[in-house]
């Protein structure tokens, strides 16, 4: 993931950082997956203190794309960044196995237009025009 953060586009945020770590254990947990030259014991690499000394929030730029298949009753989700013209597949599908962050985003969308509502109509079988 940090090869995937370090090319987006993003800017840096004013807001306070949350959701910091408050433990060594959590912090090696973290550690093995995000930061193995610090702590990965397979290659006994062993974190052995840390301590706090300061931290960025940044906002990343991306495309969030939401695919709604009606004849399945499905929502896929795709990460694209503009600045390098791709779709980032780590993160779609990351997101796309947030359901309940992709059902949050089409919320919000519908909401922006006030004449978009959800319906619960069944759409209807069509035989296929082959």
Same mark, same amino acid.
Do not use: G
């Given at each position: 993931?940090? =090869?995937?953060?370090?090319?987006?586009?993003?800017?840096?945020?004013?807001?306070?950082?949350?959701? +910091?770590? $408050? =433990? &060594?254990?959590?912090?090696?947990?973290?550690?093995? *997956?995000?930061?193995?030259?610090? *702590?990965?014991? !397979?290659?006994?690499?062993? &974190?052995? =203190?840390?301590?706090?000394?300061?931290?960025?929030?940044?906002?990343?730029?991306?495309?969030?794309? #939401?695919?709604?298949?009606?004849?399945?009753?499905? &929502?896929?989700?795709?990460?694209? $960044? /503009?600045?390098?013209?791709?779709?980032?597949?780590? &993160? =779609? /599908?990351? +997101?796309?196995?947030? !359901? *309940? @962050?992709?059902?949050? #985003?089409?919320?919000?969308?519908?909401?922006?237009?006030?004449? @978009?509502?959800?319906?619960? /109509?069944?759409?209807?079988?069509?035989? $296929?025009?082959?």
């Amino acid at each position: 993931m940090k =090869s995937v953060f370090s090319k987006l586009k993003s800017e840096k945020t004013q807001s306070q950082v949350s959701n +910091l770590p $408050d =433990s &060594l254990q959590e912090i090696r947990r973290l550690a093995e *997956h995000q930061a193995q030259e610090i *702590h990965y014991p !397979e290659k006994n690499y062993l &974190l052995q =203190s840390a301590e706090f000394i300061s931290a960025d929030s940044y906002k990343a730029k991306v495309w969030v794309i #939401l695919l709604e298949n009606f004849r399945e009753n499905t &929502l896929r989700a795709l990460v694209y $960044d /503009e600045k390098q013209n791709i779709v980032i597949d780590s &993160l =779609s /599908e990351a +997101l796309d196995k947030q !359901e *309940h @962050i992709k059902m949050e #985003l089409l919320e919000k969308l519908v909401k922006v237009d006030d004449a @978009i509502e959800f319906t619960e /109509e069944e759409k209807e079988n069509r035989p $296929d025009s082959n």
